[in-house]
T-cell receptor
Framework: GQQVMQIPQYQHVQEGEDFTTYCNSS?????IQWYKQRPGGHPVFLIQ?????EVKKQKRLTFQFGEAKKNSSLHITATQTTDVGTYFC????????????FGKGTKLSVIP | NAGVMQNPRHLVRRRGQEARLRCSPM?????VYWYRQLPEEGLKFMVY????????ESGMPKERFSAEFPKEGPSILRIQQVVRGDSAAYFC???????????????FGPGTRLTVL
């Protein structure tokens, strides 16, 4: 399936600092999903973005979907130690759109 | 309402042995997906099953790997004659419907960490 590229691969921040991860696709996406995986854990669904230019907020997390539906971002304001984990952007692929294609993820470390 | 269940959580096998990984989907979900995750990587799709049917196994290695989802009981991912390269985390996910364009998402189980010695 077609990949989604994520940057950065790793990010270390001081607690209280902001954090942003970016996701890019070479092709137009029907939607983009974001998952979080804690160390040793499993992926947990955060959100799905569908509309061009869409912005959604969940407390300190802000998700954006680009106007061209080829990129997305996740921004965390004032990080906390509970934000530690790997954040994946995920696209649907395959004939029936049921295959989830994960980016490599951005691994966030928060220094207390 | 129990989530997706997988067992065992950790499995150690020697080269050449068989590994059987089990997955029970969430209640009311009849669509099961298996993914593999290598260290420091994202998850890679392996196979999609509905009850008694394999819908898409395009992500499965051609040899040694098989999957089933019988009418009764959990879905099974079977790896025969394991090799060191099979060491990974194997995640099962389930959904109530197949298409994700409607907004349905896939709910992941805790995974089975397979180590091949």
């Amino acid at each position: 399936g077609q990949q989604v590229m994520q940057i950065p691969q790793y990010q270390h921040v001081q607690e209280g600092e902001d954090f942003t991860t970016y996701c890019n696709s070479s092709t137009t996406l029907s939607n983009i999903q974001w998952y979080k995986q804690r160390p040793g854990g499993h992926p947990v669904f955060l959100i799905q973005l569908v509309k061009s230019g869409e912005v959604k907020k969940q407390k300190r997390l802000t998700f954006q979907f680009g106007e061209a539906k080829k990129n997305s971002s996740l921004h965390i304001t004032a990080t906390q130690t509970t934000d530690v984990g790997t954040y994946f952007c995920v696209r649907n692929s395959g004939a029936g759109s049921y295959q989830l294609t994960f980016g490599k993820g951005t691994k966030l470390s928060v220094i207390p | 309402n129990a989530g997706v269940m997988q067992n065992p959580r950790h499995l150690v096998r020697r080269r050449g042995q068989e590994a059987r990984l089990r997955c029970s989907p969430m209640k009311g979900h009849s669509h099961v997906y298996w993914y593999r995750q290598l260290p420091e990587e994202g998850l890679k799709f392996m196979v999609y099953l509905q009850k008694e049917n394999i819908i898409d196994e395009s992500g499965m290695p051609k040899e040694r790997f098989s999957a089933e989802f019988p009418k009764e009981g959990p879905s099974i991912l079977r790896i025969q004659q394991v090799v060191r390269g099979d060491s990974a985390a194997y995640f099962c996910a389930s959904s109530p419907r197949a298409s994700l364009d409607t907004g349905d998402t896939q709910y992941f189980g805790p995974g089975t960490r397979l180590t091949v010695l």
